[in-house]
């Protein structure tokens, strides 16, 4: 641990985001070992990912904005929320944009389905890895009160949340009649933007510190729009109860390791 936190920052956030791109693979590569996966499993996975993303968004984002807002002598409260409310708009627009899609036209529904779920994870992983990227940056400034424990847990909650994605992409296009190498490619490139937004996301933070709160709560509302319009819908179909649980579950421990740690 110490050893990865004496690296440089840059290296930091690259390494923290190819681990959220690897557990994404990971969850992907289910598919070469099953064609369908118990639905009621992935409803709890998918709950505990939301639960994660939720306390993920207040306590490594949020919370580090709201702090550093005050330190840069900025009106803490209209910063955060304007950033906020900027990630949330950003991925609802771009799931409009996504659903009418023009070269879906023509395809069977499973099919359409499955191309935007994908194009969905693909598109929400570029706000997550540059929230790791930039909780990263913070902590190598000693910014916002966030440190090196404090962006490791958010690459690791992340990662947890990444594991159901990488299995949700890949299981529909098996069922659709993909091959297992074409639906575990796909499932895993669904989450290689990771590491590529994490590095900005570093560079971003070192390079403009005072825009670091917008860039925070930019990244929060960007997850808890994933968790509203993606994880909790998907997840609440079939099994509500077990996903409420999953959901309590995680954010139970995602607070847990970002407090008793941070």
């Known amino acids: 641990m110490n050893y990865f936190l004496s690296l440089n920052p840059i290296l930091q956030g690259f390494l923290a985001t190819m681990f959220t791109y690897a557990v994404t693979a990971l969850g992907a590569s289910l598919v070469f070992f099953f064609k369908t996966f ?41 910063t955060v929320a304007i950033g906020f409310l900027s990630g949330g708009i950003f991925v609802i627009a771009s799931d409009g944009l996504l659903a009418r899609a023009e070269s879906l036209k023509g395809k069977n529904e499973n099919f359409r389905r499955s191309v935007l779920l ?20 913070c902590a190598a400034l000693g910014v916002g009160g966030t440190t090196g424990i404090n962006a490791i847990m958010l690459a690791v909650g992340i990662g947890i949340q990444n594991f159901p994605e990488g299995l949700c992409v890949a299981m529909p ?33 070192l ?15 960007a997850m808890i729009a994933v968790v509203c319009s993606e994880l909790i819908p998907e997840s609440f179909r079939d099994s509500k109860k077990l996903a409420a649980y999953g959901v309590l579950a995680g954010f139970v421990v995602m607070m847990v390791l970002d407090v008793a740690l941070g």
Do not use: Y
């Open 38 to 78: 118990n639905r009621k499993i992935l409803d709890m996975m998918m709950g505990f990912a939301a639960g994660v993303m939720i306390a993920a968004s207040f306590w490594s984002l949020l919370s580090p904005a709201i702090e550093l807002s005050d330190e840069l002598g900025k009106n803490a409260w209209l």
């Open 118 to 137: 994908t194009g969905a994870v693909t598109l929400h992983n570029i706000p997550e890895g540059l929230a790791v990227g930039v909780a990263f940056g």
């Open 207 to 221: 390079a403009a510190r005072s825009a670091l709160p917008v860039a925070l709560s930019f990244s929060a509302g």
């Open 173 to 205: 296009l098996r069922r659709d009649g993909l091959s297992r190498r074409k639906c575990f490619l796909i499932g895993q490139a669904s989450g290689i933007v990771e590491p590529i937004a994490g590095v900005i996301g570093v560079a971003f933070a």
